[in-house]
């Protein structure tokens, strides 16, 4: 039996986060700059590697996968990863498969994921409004994410709608959004816009709407009761007593837990991030380019950094400016 990968502080890790792309079919506000330079494809870790780094993260314990970008399904091949991937969850391995999207490619994939074994997305949605809706993505459209969604749930995928919170922007859309969940039967989570990367003359302290004062809007309608459920990450939820719903925050600036935090994040290049928040990573592709034949030094590599996991970032708006901002994109490390 190998054995199983805990950090420093004693936190067994075991979920993977992949970004399979830096590349994006949107341009949202909060992530990206109109005018990004992608990555050249040789630095991309091939669909291949990208198996053999997951397989060897199952090997050493991991049980979730989560697949993220950039935009995942915008990645040309993608489906012979998932499909490859099914293999870990027919042998009982790997417990969970599934993807953060923007859904506008889901109108095309929706089946073929469910048949590949994933059983549930994480779709992101910031407004219900086209007009809205295309200003904060730039490039996308609504009506496409809405056939993406509508496919997902045909397919029978469980659906989790993301919701940035950004000030001035979908304030005015909680209830709107709340209640389009509950006609969909969708889980809605909401999250707290991060300092990540570059992103033009946006602001980011206009942009932040705190999730304590999104919370309060909340309870002036619904009855919320805090549910026990953790996830290892950064999400706590309540149940609308009135509708029975479930609402996620993921507040990583307002609150911190990480204290148990069991996950790590690989990039598409393949440095491994043991941090959303903080940018130390180890670099997982010169062991396993440089080792064809043997998975052993990726192992070690693998070790090595996990022994390495900070105890927590260091994000923080309180002081009115943007501290612990972080030079990377999130579409670099995967949200
Ligand atoms: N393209 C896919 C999507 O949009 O779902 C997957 C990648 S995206 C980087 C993952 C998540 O990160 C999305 O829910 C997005 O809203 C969120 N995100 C991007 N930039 C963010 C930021 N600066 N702060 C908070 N969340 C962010
Ligand atoms: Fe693309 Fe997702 Fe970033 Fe929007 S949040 S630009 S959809 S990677």
Redesign the pocket.
Known sequence: MTAPLIDPFQRAISYLRVSVTDR?D?R?V??MSENMTFLPKKELLTLEELDRMCSTFVALGVEKLRI?????LVRKGIMTFFNAMTRHLESGDLKELTL???GSQLERFADDLYAAGVRRV???L?TLDEKKFADITRWGRLPQVIKGIDAAQRAGLRVKI?T?ALKGFNEDELFTLVEWCKSRDMDLTF???????DIGNEDRLDQYWKLTDLRARLAENYTLEDLPERTGGPARYVKLEETEQKIGFITPLSHNFCESCNRVRLTCTGELYMCLGQEDMADLRAPLRNNPNSDAPLEEAIRAAIALKPKGHDFDYSRQSVDGRMSRH??HT??
Do not use: A, K, L
């Not at 993220?68 to 995942?72: Q, S």
């Not at 999250?191 to 990367?197: A, D, K, S, T």
């Open positions: 994006c949107f949202c909060y992530c993220t970008g950039g935009e995942p953060t999207t923007n994480n779709i992101s910031d993301n940035v999250i707290e816009v991060m300092p990540m990367g999130m579409s995967g949200g």
